[in-house]
C-alpha cells in the first residue's frame, strides 16, 4: 500500500474532471499459508472514472479504447498483496522466514462483454514474475439490490509461486532445517465470488461480498502451506460525486 500512494498522486490533476467516490473499504481475508490468522484490513477508498483514466483500488488505469463500450482494452498498475509476513504466523519457524512483501505490478487487460483476459507483470523487483486471470461477472438486479457473481481462472509463473510458495537454502537454514527447501513450478487457482451492491441514497451505496478461492493441490508440497482454500469477506461503503 505504501508503494502504491505515491503513484496514485500522480493522477490528482485529473480528479476534478470526472466522477469520483470516497468511502470505507474493509475485508476479513485467510492466507493458505500455516498457522496464519485471518487477516482484517480497513481503509479509506476512493474511485475514480473518466472516459480513460480510473482508479479503482487495486487498479489504477487508462483506458486506450473510449468508453462505454461492449469491449475494453486497458493498461495499468495493480496492487497484489498475496504475500507472506511471518509474523502473522504463530509457528515459530515460519515466523524465522524471510517476508514475502507485497508488489506493484504492471498489466494489459481486455476485455469483452462479460468476459476480461489480463497479463499482469512484476515490476517492483519483489520476484520478477506474472500472473495470466482469466475472469467472468455479470450482474443481475433483484429489486434494488444489484447481484454479481463472477468466476476467475489464475495461472501463475514460476517465478512468482516460487516466490510464494519456495523456500531457499538459506531460509532453510534459519530453522536448522525444520522447513525443508522446496523449489515450485507454475501454480494456479479457480476464485468464485459474489457481491451485492445496494443503494441507499441517490449518491451512497453499500456493498458486501464474498470470495472463496481454490489454489491447485501442487501447493501441498511446499512445506510453508497449511489449505489450498481460502474464503475473504469484503464490504464498502461509498460515497459517489
Not at 482508479?55 to 463500450?69: A, C, M, N, V, W
Not at 475494453?72 to 509457528?91: E, N
Not at 498489466?107 to 500472473?131: C, M, N, P, W
Not at 532453510?172 to 451485492?196: C, L, M, Q
Request: proline share 5%; hydrophobic share 35%; glycine share 6%.
Amino acid at each position: 500500500m505504501k508503494i502504491l500512494l505515491p503513484v496514485l498522486l500522480l493522477f490528482t490533476p485529473y480528479l476534478a474532471q470526472a466522477e469520483i467516490g470516497l468511502g470505507v473499504f474493509g475485508s476479513i481475508s485467510q492466507k493458505p499459508y500455516k498457522a496464519t490468522d485471518p487477516q482484517y484490513t480497513v481503509f479509506p477508498n476512493i474511485t475514480y472514472q473518466s472516459e480513460r483514466f480510473y482508479l479503482r483500488f487495486p487498479e489504477i488505469g487508462y483506458h486506450l479504447l473510449p468508453r462505454p463500450s461492449f469491449q475494453s482494452l486497458a493498461i495499468g498498475l495493480t496492487y497484489d498483496s498475496s504475500g507472506l509476513d511471518p509474523k502473522d504466523s504463530s509457528d515459530t519457524n515460519i515466523r524465522r522466514l524471510d517476508e514475502r512483501e507485497d508488489s506493484i505490478m504492471a498489466f494489459a487487460s481486455y476485455r469483452l462483454e462479460s468476459i476480461t483476459a489480463k497479463l499482469v507483470q512484476d515490476i517492483s523487483g519483489e520476484h520478477d514474475g506474472y500472473y495470466t486471470q482469466l475472469s467472468a461477472g455479470y450482474p443481475v438486479f433483484i429489486r434494488s439490490w444489484r447481484i454479481i457473481p463472477s468466476i476467475s481462472y489464475r495461472h501463475i509463473g514460476s517465478k512468482m509461486s516460487n516466490y510464494l510458495f519456495g523456500v531457499s537454502q538459506s531460509e532453510s537454514d534459519k530453522t536448522s532445517g525444520a522447513i525443508e527447501t522446496y523449489h515450485t513450478n507454475t501454480t494456479s487457482f479457480v476464485r468464485y465470488g459474489v457481491i451485492g451492491i445496494y443503494p441507499i441514497m441517490k449518491n451512497a451505496n453499500v456493498m458486501i461480498g464474498i470470495n472463496h478461492t481454490r489454489f491447485d493441490d501442487e501447493i501441498f508440497s511446499s512445506p510453508i502451506i497449511e489449505d489450498n482454500q481460502t474464503t475473504s469477506l469484503i464490504s464498502s461503503f461509498m460515497l459517489s460525486f
